[in-house]
């Protein structure tokens, strides 16, 4: 047997705090989000350097002593690569190349480089090489573009193009055949959205920062395996289920990518056309990890990029997870406030969820019998393929006794056709 064996760059990770006012509990919080980060890239770290820097220097990011003394770590620790926990400029980035000798990648650069090895389906692919070649595109941009003007020319590489028009000729025709290719994908999906608005059902989409436990619910909720994992962006690829639960009404949950703080615009560009299913949904529950000590701070780089979204003037519920390590019992705040505690692991609070849910969606469920004249069997048809009917009972004389489950919303929609009326178990018993 192959056995593939993977490069492991010794990394130096340089972790720069610029003139914040953050305490050292947040800092560190910060540190280690990034440490993971870099971890999940899969670098081996062979050196770091922690400091603070007043403001970023134009030209190399890093101040003129900093920048010799991790010269100097560089060379001492054989390092054969060099991350920093900030976006760089091109020239920046170029720049840190040219002192350090060795490769020098940002934080947009980490991220993108950990989505492309998460990336498992054909979509996420898709998004996560236009990101990068995007991201690329910017690089490459300098030092070349006053030539472009002279030739300004489609077709095969010409005298006097140099490698860098090429290159870029070469990238914005591939970025060009994906957008396209991603565009067909996405009107697939707006396909499935006009299906799934006919069948009723809700969309419900869980969204939060990366780690919260999103997938944990989504899993609970639909009866799913989704790999859920104690390790940064797990999920990369939007999951759609119908729920389990038959407290709920008709709902289709919708699992996505989790967030992160200086997520690349990039990358925010390209997963759009996912992300775009969740201008469809009729409910957001943002999952915050409330045993995280920098959970206000994430929650509001959540609301910042559902913002860029436009996603904010859909209802949220603010979901408090992971209880059980706080030691904090499940408990409802006031319904208007649209907040509750639960344990998506230890399975704790999920009634509280489920009837703000319903609340939200629905104006509540109502559950119990109904009639219908045997004339009427679109309507029953209607809310079997909606998933409401839990029982049903047929009277001599051809009757459908239903018992449902359904929003009362919905059921308004109902009430005043000919042959179908509400009714009591006492009614059932009577006539059958
Ligand atoms: N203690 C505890 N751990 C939890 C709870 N919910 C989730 N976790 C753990 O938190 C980690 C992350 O959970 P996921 O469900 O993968 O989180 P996610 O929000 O989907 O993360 P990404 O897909 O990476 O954005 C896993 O190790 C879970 O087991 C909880 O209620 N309590
Ligand atoms: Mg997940």
Redesign the pocket.
């Known amino acids: 047997m192959i056995v593939e064996k993977k490069l492991i760059p010794k990394t130096l990770i340089i972790f720069l705090d610029i003139e914040s006012l953050r305490t050292g509990d947040e800092l560190e919080n910060i540190y280690e989000e990034f440490y993971e980060l870099v971890i999940s890239a899969g670098a081996e770290i062979v050196e770091k350097s922690i400091s603070k820097q007043k403001a970023p220097s134009v030209s190399h990011f890093i101040g003129k002593g900093k920048l010799d003394e991790i010269k100097h770590l560089v060379e001492t620790s054989c390092a054969e690569l060099v991350i920093v926990n900030h976006q760089l400029s091109a020239s920046q980035a170029r720049n840190l190349e040219l002192q350090l000798k060795v490769r020098v990648i940002d934080k947009t650069e980490l991220i993108l480089d950990i989505f492309a090895s998460r990336a498992t389906t054909h979509i996420g692919k898709l998004q996560v090489e236009l990101a990068q070649l995007n991201h690329l595109s910017t690089r490459l941009i300098r030092g070349w573009t006053h030539l472009e003007r002279q030739k300004g020319g489609i077709g095969l590489r010409g005298p006097g193009e140099t490698q860098l028009e090429t290159d870029r000729r070469l990238i914005g025709h591939r970025i060009k055949r994906l957008k396209s290719r991603l565009d067909k994908s996405h009107k697939q999906k707006q396909l499935n959205s006009y299906s799934r608005k006919k069948s009723r059902n809700k969309l419900v989409a ?1 969204v ?12 609970r909720l639909t009866n799913s395996k ?11 690829d939007s999951v759609t289920r119908k729920n389990i639960d038959p407290e709920l009404g008709p709902i289709l949950f919708s ?1 996505t ?3 992160i703080s200086d997520l690349p615009t990039q990358l925010i560009e390209s997963f759009k056309a996912t992300l775009d299913e969740l201008q469809s949904a009729d409910l957001l529950l943002h ?1 915050v ?1 409330i ?1 995280d000590i920098d959970h206000r701070q994430k929650e509001a780089e959540v609301n910042k990029i559902l913002e860029e979204l436009n996603l904010e003037s859909i209802p949220q519920i603010r979901i408090n ?5 706080k030691g904090i019992s499940h408990q409802v705040k006031k319904e208007e406030e649209k907040e509750v505690w ?5 399975n ?1 609070g999920i009634e509280d969820l489920r009837e703000m849910i319903n609340t939200e969606l629905f104006n509540g469920i109502y559950r119990g019998w109904i009639s219908l004249e045997p004339s009427l069997g679109n309507i029953r048809a209607k809310l079997f393929r909606m998933g409401c009917v839990d029982e049903e009972k047929v009277s001599d004389t051809g009757k459908i006794y239903t018992y449902i489950h359904i929003g009362q919303d919905e059921l308004k929609s109902f009430i005043g056709i000919e042959g179908f009326a509400l009714c009591e178990d006492k009614d059932i018993i009577l006539e059958s």
Do not use: H, R
């Not at 997870?321 to 390590?325: E, F, T, V």
């Not at 639960?342 to 230890?346: L, T, V």
């Open positions: 869980l939060g920062y990366t780690n919260a436990g999103k997938t944990t619910l989504f899993n989704q790999l859920a994992e104690d390790k940064l962006f797990a999920t990369l699992d990518v989790g967030f999952v990890d045993s997870n992971k209880c059980d390590l639960i344990s998506a692991e230890k704790k």
